[in-house]
């Protein structure tokens, strides 16, 4: 049973294009969030949802939407893709303020 | 702000031998501490945590940690390393905000294990 799961694992798209990567977990958790880990594996937060109330929102580029259809999804939306969105991005959810656990991570490439 | 600092970012151990990987944080309040751990390819694995009590932690495949709050550290540690510990380590600081915690990140440290 996978715990946090993202869908796809790969993404290779165009400069311009629009993409989504959804996440899921099964854990029961009421908050989930998304990283950003650049090519020298520096990792980022960008948001964070407590029970599809938005509750972190780092200074992201508003081509960056997530969206939260339940407590269980978080999935993350990019319109216009820019070179410079090419990394991996890690889904991961906590019970409140505790422990995070990880998706394993989209690799997206924008040529 | 919090922030992390791992001051190595490679080192090399000879299968057998003892680790020890430096962690430093800034922090205004009690910290929540982790380890991660995150192999080639994949996503990441929690090794350990500390939010509160015995500054000595233990976790997942021997590793423990030490919590030191004069020094501002948290440095994970092994006393005997496997080819298979070969992975990238991320020390985090996590800070509350709202009903979320946010994770501040190190830079990571890669290691590498010699047969």
């Known amino acids: 049973d996978t715990a946090v799961s993202q869908t796809p694992k790969y993404l290779v798209t165009q400069m311009g294009n629009d993409k989504s990567i959804k996440c899921e977990q099964n854990?029961?958790?009421?908050?989930m969030y998304w990283y950003k880990q650049d090519s020298k594996k520096f990792l980022k937060i960008m948001f964070s949802?407590?029970?599809?109330?938005?509750?972190i929102n780092e200074t992201v580029p508003n081509r960056f939407s997530p969206k939260s259809p339940d407590k269980a999804h978080l999935n993350l939306h990019i319109n216009s893709l820019e070179l410079g969105d090419s990394a991996v991005y890690f889904c991961?959810?906590?019970?409140?303020?505790?422990?995070?656990?990880f998706g394993p991570g989209t690799r997206l490439l924008v040529l | 702000a919090q922030s992390v600092t791992q001051p190595d970012i490679h080192i090399t151990v000879s299968e057998g031998a003892s680790l020890e990987l430096r962690c430093n944080y800034s922090?205004?309040?009690?910290?929540?501490l982790f380890w991660y751990v995150q192999s080639p390819g994949q996503g990441l694995q929690l090794l350990l945590k500390?939010?509160?009590?015995?500054?000595l932690v233990q976790g997942i495949k021997g590793f423990e940690a030490e919590f030191k709050r004069s020094q501002s550290s948290f440095n994970l540690r092994k006393p005997s390393v496997h080819w298979s510990d070969a992975a990238e380590y991320f020390c985090?600081?996590?800070?509350?905000?709202?009903?979320?915690?946010?994770?501040?990140f190190g830079t990571g440290t890669r290691l590498q294990v010699t047969l």
């Open positions: 949802y407590n029970n599809k109330e938005l509750i």
């Open positions: 985090a600081v996590g800070a509350r905000s709202g009903t979320a915690s946010k994770l501040t």
């Open positions: 991961a959810s906590s019970p409140g303020v505790e422990t995070q656990y």
């Open positions: 500390y939010f509160s009590g015995d500054t």
């Open positions: 854990l029961g958790h009421d908050t």
């Open positions: 922090y205004g309040a009690t910290p929540y």
